[in-house]
């Protein structure tokens, strides 16, 4: 079981919200599930994402943390861990996939850590692996998350963007971040009016 659901169920939900039966996804319902079998009471806990590759997906399945609501925080480390911990004094527990425990798994070893090309993999194979695997592949500890996570930024008033004409956050500066910033589109041609 993946908290409530069979692994098949899993697996159809993952396909629904995520678009496939994504590895890492699969992966991450096992870290939620052992995170909360981990914790020590049934409750409303914030989670961190250390990565924004396929284990924030996991979470907003599993849980009611959605980026959306503001209890999962990702900040990107480049490690596939997460973590479920009390918003009031940061304690919980931290999930991680463990490298020292994949030998077992070879082909999930060889897709963890990319050791063969995606178009190379065995899927069939990686899957059994990961649904006999389970949890087995996992570390936990225990862990108090730093105050600058836990500290939640009040929303604050809006301003007008003098080059945009859009609204934002005041406290952000005398111009919104996308025109400060500059980098999320290119200029061209291909710039059209808004249609009302």
């Not at 049934?42 to 590759?53: H, R």
């Not at 849980?63 to 479920?84: D, H, K, Y």
């Not at 850590?113 to 949890?135: F, H, Y």
């Amino acid at each position: 079981m993946i908290r409530s659901y069979t692994y098949e169920k899993f697996v159809e939900m993952v396909k629904k919200f995520h678009g496939y039966a994504a590895p890492g996804v699969i992966i991450g319902g096992f870290m939620v599930d052992l995170a909360y079998r981990s914790l020590s009471e049934e409750g409303l806990f914030d989670a961190l994402c250390e990565t924004p590759k396929c284990l924030p997906d996991a979470v907003q399945i599993l849980t009611p943390c959605t980026i959306g609501n503001g209890w999962l925080t990702v900040v990107n480390v480049g490690r596939f861990a997460l973590t479920l911990y009390d918003k009031r004094t940061g304690e919980g527990v931290r999930v991680f996939v463990d490298p020292q425990r994949l030998e077992n798994w070879p082909e999930i070893k060889a897709w963890f850590l990319k050791l063969t090309p995606k178009g190379e993999q065995d899927e069939k194979r990686l899957q059994e692996e990961i649904e006999k695997a389970q949890g087995s592949i996992m570390s936990i500890r225990r862990v108090k998350v730093a105050r600058r996570i836990l500290k939640k930024s009040p929303r604050g008033g809006f301003a007008i963007c003098p080059r945009c004409g859009e609204a934002y956050p005041a406290a952000d500066g005398p111009v919104c971040l996308g025109c400060a910033d500059d980098s999320l589109y290119e200029p061209g041609p291909h710039e059209v009016g808004v249609e009302h």
